[in-house]
DNA sequence: GCCAACGTTGGC
DNA sequence: GCCAACGTTGGC
């Protein structure tokens, strides 16, 4: 199993939305490095769901439901998205300081690529962060 | 709201 | 194929 951190605006789609809507298929990313992850990921991965400019934390755990394919928003072959579901919220939002201020997340893309939207974590990394948040996800 | 970082575009 | 110009992202 991978583990990965896509990042979203709230304002654009938030956790909240992506719970009320019990899934969504990831679209809008316009970049390789982050398109080339989407196509990495299998089905039964997990992701954990950031909040970018407006709160900057992540707030849940999601998992892929369906593996990459075309981007059905956008008439390019280049772009793909996968389908997610929500798996459970973060008892307590892990913020960017906290991430920033653990030692054992120094080197996590989140920080060294700030405007990557799509990146992979390490098992470690995962768990380390789900600690903070307080939660525990059955799977791993 | 500013601006640094960084990806993309297009002229040469 | 280089690189300046430009657009976007996202932290502050």
Redesign the pocket.
């Known amino acids: 199993m991978n583990f990965w951190l896509v990042?979203?605006?709230p304002s654009k789609y938030s956790w909240d939305q992506f719970v009320k809507d019990k899934g969504t298929y990831w679209d809008?990313v316009?970049?390789?490095?982050a398109r080339n992850n989407l196509q990495k990921m299998k089905k039964g991965d997990l992701l954990l769901f950031?909040?970018?400019?407006?709160g900057?934390d992540v707030q849940g755990v999601a998992k892929v439901s369906k593996e990459f394919y075309p981007d059905p928003t956008i008439d390019d072959p280049r772009w793909v998205v996968v389908d997610l579901k929500p798996v459970k919220a973060m008892s307590v939002p892990v913020t960017?300081?906290d991430i920033?201020n653990h030692p054992a997340l120094n080197d996590i893309a989140?920080?060294?690529?700030?405007?990557?939207?799509v990146m992979p974590l390490s098992k470690n990394e995962f768990k380390t962060i789900l600690k903070m948040g307080q939660t525990k996800v059955s799977s791993i």
């Open positions: 990042k979203q605006e809008g316009r970049n390789y490095q950031y909040h970018s400019v407006i900057k960017l300081d920033k989140l920080i060294k690529q700030s405007r990557l939207s």
